[in-house]
Nanobody
Framework: QVQLVESGGGLVQAGGSLRLSCAAS????????MGWYRQSPGKQREGVAD???????TYADSVKGRFTISRDNANNTAYLQMNNLKPEDTAVYYC???????????????WGQGTQVTVSS
């Protein structure tokens, strides 16, 4: 079993910055892709950014140039640096990771508990 623990959400004014962290813990696993999704009231959960174990990165068009995802493979931790935040970035942000286990076939998806990001205008 793997647990994803997020931190770093909060309230910020438009134009401000926040940094989210997501740490994966457990035993006997390898982390493949780590990423961030977000969901605001009345909307579907959407992908924000992800980074593969090899370092390939994708961003949603809405955050390109403002958000930066990175990861620390040694500590199974991912970060999302969010700059120039806008009110429309307000959402619950979820960390998502695909994981494989040594001695088992297949990959498994895990989600964090979510952290609230609120951007005031």
């Amino acid at each position: 079993q793997v647990q994803l623990v997020e931190s770093g959400g909060g309230l910020v004014q438009a134009g401000g910055s926040l940094r989210l962290s997501c740490a994966a813990s457990g035993s006997g696993f390898n982390v493949n892709t780590m990423g961030w999704y977000r969901q605001s009231p009345g909307k579907q959960r959407e992908g924000v950014a992800d980074v593969s174990s090899g370092g390939s990165i994708t961003y949603a068009d809405s955050v390109k140039g403002r958000f930066t995802i990175s990861r620390d493979n040694a500590n199974n931790t991912a970060y999302l640096q969010m700059n120039n935040l806008k009110p429309e970035d307000t959402a619950v942000y979820y960390c998502r990771s695909t994981v494989s286990f040594r001695g088992r076939l297949g990959a498994f998806i895990y989600w964090g508990q979510g952290t609230q990001v609120t951007v005031s205008s």
